[in-house]
């Protein structure tokens, strides 16, 4: 059973979507190609897709990897009508664990979004030095989680949700999470992709407290099978913790960065 088996409809649902400039960015790395591909790991529902598609009409193929077959479900359904022709596959696998429809397949962009913490990230870019074209880029990108952002209203949040599950930030059906051993700039100039830009995009999000209860329900840390049959009261004492700092503080606003790696070979077009 993956990591997010049954948050789905939730993940589809609350999870914030890419910003413009962090969509821009992405597009720009394609400028000149001709009917490029697109390779996404952890594709999750299809969020990095389902914000370039618009903007890359001569986008010929996309590929989405994720290990949940019930995420890739929710990607098909919100993306069948954004393919316009385009050739599409779905594939339940690991992201290290891709293997190229066809013996010429190569990927000129590949994607990661809130997603390579949770990877084997040596395999991940060992298989995707393997599949891309020579010029490819690979972008690593996310942006936190509201346990990690500094605001009063998360900092109450987190510790409600600490108050039923213990201290320790838990991971799904993992156990305690833990933090990347290495910076993924490590772990990229020990690749095939060693040239490494980077981008920081500040971002501005306002949420209601029926989004952010929703938001809970997509994440490794506060997902409802954590608390059992304590989860409908845990909820509700969310909703009124999130409903009186929304009106003490004028809204529950987050003040954050998308960070973007963007990785070539080294010498590789830009």
Request: with cysteine.
């Amino acid at each position: 059973m993956s990591l997010f088996h049954a948050a789905a409809d939730a993940y589809s649902r609350h999870r914030p979507g890419l910003p413009d400039e962090v969509v821009h960015l992405l597009a720009g790395t394609l400028r000149g190609i001709h009917r490029p591909v697109l390779l996404d790991l952890g594709a999750g529902t299809g969020q990095v897709p389902a914000a370039l598609l618009p903007v890359l009409p001569q986008l010929a193929r996309l590929d989405l990897v994720d290990a949940d077959r019930d995420m890739l479900h929710h990607a098909d359904l919100a993306l069948r009508p954004l393919f316009a022709g385009r050739t599409a596959a779905f594939h339940p696998v690991r992201a290290e664990e891709f293997t190229p429809p066809q013996e010429e397949y190569r990927a000129d962009l590949v994607t990661c979004a809130r997603a390579f913490h949770w990877m084997d990230r040596p395999a991940v870019l060992a298989m995707a030095g393997r599949v891309t074209a020579p010029g490819a880029t690979l972008a690593i990108m996310g942006d936190g989680s509201l346990w990690t952002h500094p605001a009063p209203w998360t900092l109450a949040l987190r510790e409600l949700i600490q108050s039923y599950l213990g201290a320790e930030r838990r991971a799904g059906t993992t156990g305690p999470y833990s933090e990347p051993g290495r910076r993924y700039e490590d772990d990229l100039a020990d690749s095939a992709f060693s040239d490494v830009e980077e981008h920081h995009v500040p971002l501005r999000r306002v949420w209601t407290p029926k989004t952010v209860v929703g938001y809970l329900r997509s994440t490794s840390f506060a997902r409802p099978g954590l608390f059992g049959h304590r989860h409908s009261r845990f909820e509700t004492e969310a909703q009124d913790l999130l409903e009186q700092h929304a009106a003490q503080d004028g809204g529950l606003v987050e003040d954050g960065v998308f960070d973007v790696l963007l990785a070539r070979r080294p010498g590789g077009a830009r």
